[in-house]
């Protein structure tokens, strides 16, 4: 765990401790549990996000693909009656190939990641609250998916199913990441994508192969995210959710230059901001400033940390002019 | 006016410049930072009209003289003394102020605006009225005689993109102008140009001089030194190694006083006349996207250097990233070893043993954020892993033993490439190819930016690398360079291979008829 992301987990902490201080009832166990679910689902979506801003890019379709796929879900499982595992695959594989698709637009035809991702993000958008003639995707009365219920929504021993999904994301990810060549590749290409390719990396397919990670991470998180609400009305659905992924990577110390960030910041980023959410809940902020107070945060966040690396570099440059001085003086 | 009337009275006889008031000296400066000494007590004076030739390996203390001309930095002791005030140190604002104008080795130029914009950018004639609308026909008229005093041939209205370097480095030197400057400092100004372009630049120079304004030249091409310099001052470690008057500049003389000894001998190729090996790298009527319409024929042949020698712009760098497969071939084949090969990537020619060490070092060379072994390891690292895991023991075991083999000169293999020299940088970027097979090795002008010890152990890396049977292919626009480390040299012009001159053949005259097209004596 690097310093950065142990000032996070001071901070997640610090917070929590006022919180439960001024209204106790933060640390009820039902309390915990939504918020740990919570963590869960976004979690997953932020991890996605993070493969991407690591080269460089950015993806700001997941929000309107949380609501794109998860309408498709529903309607595949509820209306056209498919089994819930053939639905489970389909719409991983439809992440996948929608990532592919943004992947090769963007290093293939050379488009800006920004350009292709927000014109995928009017068009699922668009194409979702067409499927579903503006209306909204539910399960019929007494319909039960029991075991995919119990994955997706359900708990084991009180904790939240979603919130172990992503421990275990988030553990084969963070390997992926910190200690496979596709993540050193990641973060060659962030760093420089000339050089990675002047020293014979296929930057296309692994840049187009971290747009594919994002999708079905995405993907997955749409399923989740449908069967915790259990009924989806595209026209809001999953709104902005692209921004809570981004802001996530941000407050975990990613930067959007690519080539900086860990797994574990991108994690305690979102843990962070949903205690934010439960913040504003608990305390009685009027809830139209939640965003405000997240922007808010995320502001002081980045501040304190850039300001910080600037104050540790004058240390250590006076440090060291001390050991000269003291040298010379011995001398 | 007085002023003029000075420089107007100079004849340059070394007794009459001395008794002139000095325009800027430094005595007894001295800079620490921290763990380093980068200046101790070093002193120089420069007189209106005079040209400097600042000369000294890299970490010399070059670039903190240079800080502190510019007010970027203060000196711990000593006294800074322009146009007789002494000052402690002096600040940006107090630098540009006294007349003191800088052109870097990097260009600060505005590429989508025009030559006079850039010129006066910041400082813009202002038409009457609210609205603080450029007065162009007043900055035309403003722009124009400073262009004359460069030697310009091109008009102020053209985009700064569509301008040569060497043309770029005239609207430097004409911005350095036009704040009425009286000490022009040009740091590196001629390692990216070549040859023909580099004349043109003396010129000015001299030009400069004829006006009265002092020039420091900083460069690391000493024969350019040797021409236009009235006086060499050499830095080594900080301190003044000494200096040379206009007699006593020559080649050996400041090489002895930058290194503190002679070296050893000039870098030639080895005297015995080498057996031709086979071609391995062949091109066949291969045209490149700078030039389409002109095919190249070129073969490098295994156990030899060759140089590729040429102006700026005439093709070399294009047809290194058709060989390296950056760029497509737009027709014509390539072959190695005979057989005809396709290259879609850089990836396919890393797998054929196909390298190269690019011409812009830190941005694609190496990544200065990875460290040593990490990027050492890069190209390879399918090599470095175990069931796709990186393994940080095999990396650091393959970094290590090109540290020792190339002398990198670092606390440790884990040390961020952005922290070393040039020099030592370069030879991460050789490390990281010489850790695999290297079939065909491209190097787009090595020694760039590198000070001379570094560069005669990269010249030996070569030597070596063609010994073990390697083809070695040698971009240069350093005519010394390409003289001496070449087993044969092939010469560019306008995309095309011009000739080829064999080792009996060789002479700057040659390789520059054939540069500009023309046929060698």
């Not at chain 1, 595209?234 to 809570?244: D, N, T």
């Not at chain 2, 711990?76 to 140190?89: C, F, L, S, Y």
């Not at chain 2, 007349?99 to 006079?116: C, K």
């Not at chain 2, 626009?477 to 306008?494: P, Q, T, Y």
Request: aromatic residues 6%; glycine residues 10%; charged residues 20%.
């Amino acid at each position: 765990m690097s310093k950065k992301d142990l000032g996070l987990l001071i901070l997640i902490l610090v917070v929590g401790a006022i919180v439960a201080i001024i209204n106790p009832r933060f640390l009820l166990p039902i309390n915990l549990a939504n918020t740990s679910n919570l963590i869960g689902l976004f979690g997953i979506l932020s991890i996605g996000q993070a493969f991407v801003i690591i080269t460089g890019g950015i993806e700001l379709s997941v929000g309107s693909l949380v609501a794109l796929l998860g309408t498709l879900f529903i309607d595949f499982i509820a209306v056209r009656e498919l089994d819930w595992p053939l639905a489970f695959v389909l719409i991983i594989a439809l992440g996948a190939i929608i990532g592919l698709v943004h992947g090769w637009l963007i290093t293939r035809l050379k488009l800006q990641p920004f350009v292709v991702t927000l014109c995928g993000l009017l068009i699922y958008r668009g194409v979702a609250r067409f499927y579903t003639a503006d209306g909204t995707a539910g399960f019929a009365f007494g319909q039960n998916f029991p075991e995919l219920e119990f994955l997706t929504a359900g708990r084991s021993w009180g904790v939240p199913n979603s919130f172990f999904a992503l421990i275990v994301i988030a553990i084969v990810m963070w390997v992926v990441l910190h200690r496979s060549v596709f993540g050193r590749y990641l973060y060659a290409i962030g760093k420089n994508e000339e050089a990675a390719k002047y020293s014979g990396i296929r930057t296309g397919r692994i840049v187009m192969a971290a747009y594919v990670i994002c999708g079905v991470l995405t993907a997955l998180s749409a399923i989740y995210f449908a069967m915790y609400t259990r009924s989806i009305s595209p026209a809001s659905h999953g709104q902005f959710y692209e921004l809570y992924a981004i802001a996530a990577a941000v407050l975990g110390g990613f930067s959007l230059r690519g080539g900086e960030g860990s797994l574990v910041g991108v994690i305690l980023g979102t843990v962070l901001l949903q205690e934010l959410q439960n913040l504003v809940n608990l305390l009685g902020i009027p809830s139209s400033l939640n965003f405000a107070v997240m922007g808010g945060v995320i502001l002081i966040g980045v501040l304190v940390d850039q300001q910080w690396g600037v104050f540790r570099a004058r240390r250590r440059m006076i440090d060291a002019s001390r050991k000269t001085v003291a040298g010379a003086a011995a001398e | 006016m007085a002023r003029r009337l000075l420089s107007g009275m100079m004849n340059y006889s070394d007794t009459s410049i001395s008794a002139i008031a000095p325009f800027l000296s430094l005595e007894n400066v001295r800079k620490t930072y921290p763990g380093v000494v980068a200046l101790d007590g070093f002193s120089m004076e420069v007189r209106p009209g005079e040209v400097i030739g600042l000369v000294g390996e890299n970490g010399a203390g070059k670039s903190t003289l240079m800080k502190i001309l510019g007010g970027v930095t203060t000196p711990d002791t000593g006294t800074i003394t322009v146009d007789g005030t002494a000052h402690k140190g002096l600040s940006v604002e107090g630098s540009l102020g006294s007349g003191i104008a800088f052109v870097h080795q990097e260009l600060n130029l505005f590429e989508n605006l025009d030559v006079a914009a850039n010129i006066f950018f910041g400082r813009e004639p202002l038409r009457a009225g609210p609205f603080k609308l450029v007065d162009r026909a007043r900055l035309r008229t403003m722009v124009a005689p400073l262009l004359k005093r460069v030697g310009a041939n091109f008009s102020a209205d053209t985009q700064v993109a569509d301008l040569s370097l060497a043309q770029q480095q005239m609207v430097e030197i004409a911005k350095a102008l036009s704040i009425k400057a009286r000490l022009v400092i040009l740091d590196e100004p001629t390692s990216s140009l070549p040859i023909a372009e580099t004349d043109k630049l003396l010129d000015v120079i001299k030009g400069l001089k004829a006006d009265g304004i002092s020039v420091i030249f900083i460069s690391h091409r000493l024969h350019e030194v040797e021409r236009v310099a009235d006086r060499v001052v050499v830095l080594r470690d900080g301190m003044l190694a000494g200096t040379l008057g206009k007699r006593d500049i020559n080649h050996d003389q400041m090489v002895k006083l930058m290194i503190g000894r002679m070296l050893k001998e000039r870098e030639k190729a080895s005297e015995a006349a080498r057996a031709p090996g086979a071609v391995a790298l062949a091109a066949k009527a291969v045209r490149t996207p700078a030039y389409p319409g002109r095919p190249v024929d070129l073969d490098v042949r295994r156990g030899e250097i060759l140089g590729l020698a040429g102006l700026v712009g005439s093709g070399r760098t294009e047809l290194a990233r058709v060989f390296f497969g950056i760029d497509g071939c737009l027709g014509g084949t390539l072959e190695l070893d005979g057989t005809p090969l396709a290259l879609a990537s850089a990836a396919d020619a890393v797998a054929h043993g196909i390298f190269l060490v690019p011409e812009d070092r830190k941005l694609t060379g190496i990544l200065l954020d990875l460290s040593i072994a990490q990027n050492i390891s890069l190209p390879n690292l399918p090599a470095h892993a175990k069931r796709s895991l990186v393994s940080a023991g095999a990396e650091t075991a393959t970094a290590e033993k090109q540290k020792k083999n190339l002398g990198i000169k670092a606390p440790s293999v884990q040390t961020r490439t952005g922290t070393l020299s040039g020099g030592n940088q370069q030879k991460v970027v050789l490390g990281k190819w010489l850790a695999m097979n290297p079939k065909v090795m491209i190097l787009d002008e090595p020694t760039r930016g590198i000070d001379i010890g570094a560069k005669a152990e990269i010249y030996g890396l070569m030597r070596a690398l063609a010994d073990a049977g390697v083809a070695v292919l040698m971009i240069s626009s350093d005519m010394e360079e390409v003289i001496g480390v070449s087993d044969r040299i092939a010469v560019m012009h306008e995309g095309q291979i011009s000739g080829i001159l064999d080792k009996e053949q060789f002479s700057q005259e040659n390789v520059l008829l054939l540069a500009v097209g023309k046929q060698p004596k």
